[in-house]
């Protein structure tokens, strides 16, 4: 059975950083890009970015771009998302997921003093 | 960027009906688009990938159709449990982007 569980959500001022990961299961993670989804409370759904398999190659949306950094350790089986220099509209529930089939419970990060 | 116009925003349906909705993208993206439904307090559920097919398990009620950059999903006879809230996902082309959604509800 293929599971993603996150972890490393939490309550942080604007400004700091805070790192996500996502613990894969159930299938061989190195065949496989993966990406992160966000959704601000109350509102839809946005892609953040995606990492190829090997993760040699990744993608971010422009306003994450120079913040985030998504990253992998296949020998863990284990997806990441570094967030630095937070802003408040980065407060969201965080989904992993392998694109799009199957998507993790989601972690809460709420940006805030 | 692909722009996903979604529409309608909402829809009040009743059970049994057939429901339409749909997503235009701003430029082409193939088949390269997906259908997710959420439900309250749940991650989202792909129902089809590649704007026509049908994800493993999903019910023959729901139908994915493409006409250009216009996409459709249909729900042919509405059921109790599918109300939620319904988006769209390009992956043609990075950023990936998905419609801004459309709820759906029983009267």
């Known amino acids: 059975e293929v599971q993603l569980v996150e972890s490393g959500g939490g309550l942080v001022q604007p400004g700091r950083s805070l790192k996500l990961s996502c613990a894969a299961s159930g299938f061989t993670f190195s065949n496989y890009y993966m990406a992160w989804v966000r959704q601000a409370p109350t509102k839809g759904l946005e892609w953040v970015a995606s990492?190829?398999?090997?993760?040699?190659?990744?993608y971010y949306r422009d306003s994450v771009k120079g913040r985030f950094t998504i990253s992998r350790d296949n020998a863990k089986s284990t997806l990441y998302l570094q967030m630095d220099s937070l802003r408040s509209e980065d407060t969201a529930t965080y989904y992993c997921t392998r694109p799009g089939d199957y998507w993790g419970q989601g972690v809460m990060v709420t940006v805030s003093s | 960027n692909t722009v996903m116009t979604q529409s309608p925003t909402s829809i009040f349906t009743s059970v049994g009906d057939r429901v339409t909705m749909s997503c235009k993208a701003s430029q082409n993206v193939g088949i390269n688009v997906g259908w997710y439904q959420q439900k309250t307090g749940q991650s989202p559920k792909r129902l089809i990938y590649?704007?026509?097919n049908r994800d493993a398990g999903v019910p023959d009620r729901f139908t994915g159709s493409r006409s250009g950059t216009e996409f459709t999903l249909t729900i042919s006879n509405m059921q109790a449990e599918d109300p939620a809230i319904y988006y769209c996902?390009?992956?043609?082309?990075?950023?990936?982007?998905f419609g801004a959604g459309t709820k759906l509800e029983l009267k």
């Open positions: 990492i190829t398999n090997s993760g040699g190659s990744t």
């Open positions: 996902l390009q992956h043609n082309s990075y950023p990936y982007t």
């Open positions: 590649w704007a026509s």
